[in-house]
């Protein structure tokens, strides 16, 4: 077991068993990175996006960043897994449209070749320094995604979502998240009740659909600031009532203001 912070395009890479874990630990989130994560064993459900998963020994999940997931662990198994968090500059848009595209999970449980990089990973942690092992796994997962990018297209596996609703309404969202968007407008297009969309998102969803468009409409505003958009600009796109709104949100989100982005500081 290991888990190691190494900065830059790699975030964190870890292989962790938890006896008894707790779903208070985890809990839902967004994040400006992607994320692998390899469920090895233990008794949980996932949510990305809307859609839940009842995940099986060595599915892989895919969860793209700005991506809104989380686990619900029960304590009854241990829970054993590998996470690896990445900046997703650290692959070309080619072998990222072919890796993050949905169904987010792969069972990679026959595929040895698919599994050495994760066992290379725990064997690398054992015997080299922390800064050999930064530098190893750096081109290891640089491999790995680019191999990740041709074995999902051989998956044929496809889950249909706990809540086909949920599922539409987050699509909806990332199809129009420069439009004007509230509970009353997404309501309007499928013809239901204002009360009912709400509801029914927040509860398969464990966050509010307001909030969830926000902080959807920051992470891509952070994206348009790290291809040189001005904070002024993103703000008037993305249709916030306000500058001074706009600002607190997004170091609320990143902790950081919106021209570090534009730095590339974040």
């Known amino acids: 077991m290991f888990e190691e912070k190494i900065g830059n395009m790699i975030l964190e ?10 779903s208070s630990a985890y809990q839902n989130h967004i994040h400006n990175y992607c994320e692998l994560l390899l469920f090895i064993s233990g008794d949980a459900d996932f949510n990305i996006d809307g859609q839940m998963y009842s995940p099986k020994p060595y599915d892989l999940f895919l969860i793209p960043e700005a991506t809104y997931h989380y686990i619900i662990p029960r304590p009854n198994a241990p829970y054993e897994n590998y996470v690896i968090d990445f900046s997703p500059v650290l692959m070309n848009p080619h072998h990222y449209q072919r890796v993050f595209t949905p169904p987010y999970k792969i069972n990679i449980y026959s595929d040895s070749a698919f599994l050495n990089y994760f066992h290379l990973l725990d064997r690398y942690s054992e015997i080299y320094t922390p800064e050999d092992f930064r530098e190893c796994a750096l081109l290891l997962i640089r491999e790995m995604l680019v191999y990740c990018s041709y074995q999902t297209k051989l998956y044929s596996e496809q889950e249909l ?3 086909r609703l949920v599922r539409l309404i987050t699509d909806y969202i990332s199809e129009n998240i420069t439009a004007q ?4 407008i997404i309501a309007k297009h499928f013809f239901l009740s204002k009360s009912y969309v709400q509801n029914v998102f927040s509860s398969c969803m464990h966050i509010g659909l307001k909030q969830y468009i926000l902080q959807k409409k920051i992470f891509a505003a952070h994206s348009d600031l790290e291809r ?11 249709h916030f009532n306000d500058y001074t709104g706009f600002y607190r949100l997004y170091k609320k989100l990143l902790g950081a203001p919106p021209k570090n982005a534009v730095e590339n500081k974040i």
């Open 181 to 184: 968007l509230n509970a009353e």
């Open 161 to 163: 979502p706990d809540n």
């Open 228 to 238: 040189g958009a001005t904070p002024g600009e993103v703000c008037k796109k993305y």
């Open 13 to 22: 890479v870890s292989h962790k068993l938890i006896p008894s874990p707790s």
